[in-house]
């Protein structure tokens, strides 16, 4: 079961590769395709371009966005989860930029949500066409961070209600520890998931569209949960889709994340004091370049040969807000160099496909999300990149 939830999530070392993936490895095997790092509204708007060209391009042409390019299959399917957490990138975007055009694909991204929501208010986990569809928790609160975006941005009473479904349903479902069991994902390593803060975080933001429901008692509790699971230097056990003694900095990120955001809800000072210990843990793995290895064991220590690039995207995010909490220089030092070197990575000429888009990892062979340009890593890469320049005093538009 394990070995076909890696093949599934992290790739198949027996594939047969295509020129354009052969080309690619090649590409990488020669380093950093850019020596100095592009600029930052040039590839958040390549970033973009590709996640635009990813909701055309979806093979079940419904209006989310698709889950990845593969450079063995192309275009996959929908991917419920991601698209969730994509419309406030989308919605951000369109604002700073006034652009009309943007705002309708967030809608149909935010149309579809609502189309394929469950009658008792949450989501499938996996791609659309995956099975078994059940409802699932993680998926349910990515895709909860988008509807409570909607419900804000366009008050529409579909996106509205939706929002309140899906927040009663994870509220009403959480146990009285703190801890998520009923509605697993079938597509991770069974257990228990401390990263399933990122799900507390959709609570926390329909709790600010909608206060007085439950939705950020229900979510803290969560969070307090998770940190049961943190060891003295920071670490968190419980905290990886297949490889809990070596977590990637994916969920590391999901996992710090959504502590951060318990505090920037609460303001208690045991959240920001536990997000920190955590963060001053790995801050150590990043090298000078802004290379961290995709996988951390429990001492901090490097367990990949490769970097996860959505994981750096989203570690630098949350060094940059931790930056504006505690104005501590070497927050906003390193983040910086996260995501210098994730945007040496970003294709600005080549195949059109593969234009902006952010591999799953770097070389991209590597095990996470081998072979592919994942949504989810663009958004993270232009989160991280829009608020650095928000706190450098940058302009987009």
Known sequence: MLNRLKSALFGNSKTVLTKLALAEQQIDQKGLPHSIPPGRTETIKTALAWLCAAQDHSASADGGVARDYSLIKGWATSYPETTGYIIPSIIELAKRSANEELHLRARRMLDWCVAIQFPEGGFQGGKIDATPKVPVTFNTGQILLGLSAGAHEYADPSYIQAMHKAAAWLRDDLEADGCWRKHPTPFAAPGEKAYETHVA????????VAPGNGSGEAGLRQVDWALTKQAANGWFASNCLTNPNAPLTHTIGYVLRGVIEGYRLSQRPDLLAAAIKTTEGL??????????????????????????????????????????????????????KLTAYVRRTVRLDGPENQLGGIKGSFPINGDYGQWEYLNWAAKFFIDANLIEMDILGEHYA
């Open 201 to 208: 975080w959709g609570l926390f933001e329909a709790e600010r």
């Open 283 to 336: 801050l150590p793995a990043i090298e000078a370049d802004g290379r961290l290895p995709g996988r951390l064991d429990s001492n901090w220590k490097g367990a990949a040969n490769y970097v996860c690039l959505t994981g750096a995207a989203q570690i630098a995010h949350c060094l940059f807000l931790l930056y504006k909490e505690t104005n501590k220089q070497h927050y906003l030092d390193a983040g910086q």
